[in-house]
């Protein structure tokens, strides 16, 4: 079982649309948790961390679930600007990142 | 200010040949992680380097390769004998203690191929 799954995707979306996207965890113990953003070709680049109580940063809302090893991103009225992958990424102890294989996301007009 | 940068930003090199990946993080950052993504997949961790502390190097794949930071501030990483499969786009990434709270910054990347 990999450490941090994610739904591969492709999403394709119309614009204005709602998306969720869901990751999992194995480690219990896994400390901190965020959402990068890669887009084609380029390098990872930091969304958003995630905190217990849900955290909301204008159209993206993040959540964690730590009893079932579960967090999430909602992404509100997506923009054409959205398109790209969305890494699952989970701090474990000793600082080690591990990310997920990434949701693409693709918003059309 | 000045980003994460690597060099070279690509390398071809023959299989059996040893390379060098150089990356030059944002000044004052203490913590250092290499990682590899390979094509379509996600991001590996390799090695990560905080501070003075000895290095976490349970990523590495083996022991062809591997790395050092000097100074606390430039690193390398070194593949010796390279193999196809090694063949990745390595991505530098720096940050500021404690990494836990704080952004990684990751550089361009290197793309690797090996023939």
Redesign the interface.
């Known amino acids: 079982r990999k450490e ?1 799954e994610q739904d591969p995707g492709p999403f394709n979306v119309p614009e204005g649309a709602t998306v969720a996207f869901n990751c999992t965890y194995s480690n219990s113990a896994s ?2 948790f965020f959402w990068y953003r890669q887009d084609c070709r ?5 969304l958003m ?1 995630v905190y217990s109580s849900g955290n909301e940063d204008g159209r993206f809302t993040a959540q964690l679930n730590r009893a079932s090893q579960y967090i999430s991103l909602l992404i509100r009225d997506s923009k054409l600007s959205d398109s790209a992958t969305y ?1 699952c990424v989970v ?1 474990e102890y ?9 949701t693409i996301l693709r918003v059309k007009s | 200010g000045a980003g994460v940068s690597q060099s070279p930003s690509n390398k071809v090199t023959e299989k059996g040949k040893d390379v060098e990946l150089r990356c030059d993080p944002i000044s004052g950052h203490t ?1 250092l ?1 290499w ?1 590899r993504q390979s094509l379509g ?5 390799l090695i ?1 380097f ?1 501070g003075n502390s000895a290095p ?1 190097k ?2 590495l794949p083996s022991d062809r390769f591997s790395a050092e930071r000097t100074g606390g501030s430039v690193s390398t990483l070194t593949i010796q004998r390279t193999q196809q499969e090694d063949s990745a786009v390595y ?1 530098c990434a720096s940050g500021e203690a404690p ?3 704080n ?2 910054f ?4 290197t793309r690797l191929t090996v023939l």
């Open positions: 941090v400390q901190s380029k390098e990872p680049k930091l961390s890494l701090m000793g600082n080690k990142l591990v990310f997920g294989a990434g | 913590a992680y990682y997949q996600g991001l590996e961790f990560y905080q976490d349970s990523g991505l990494i836990s709270y952004e990684q990751f550089g361009p990347g």
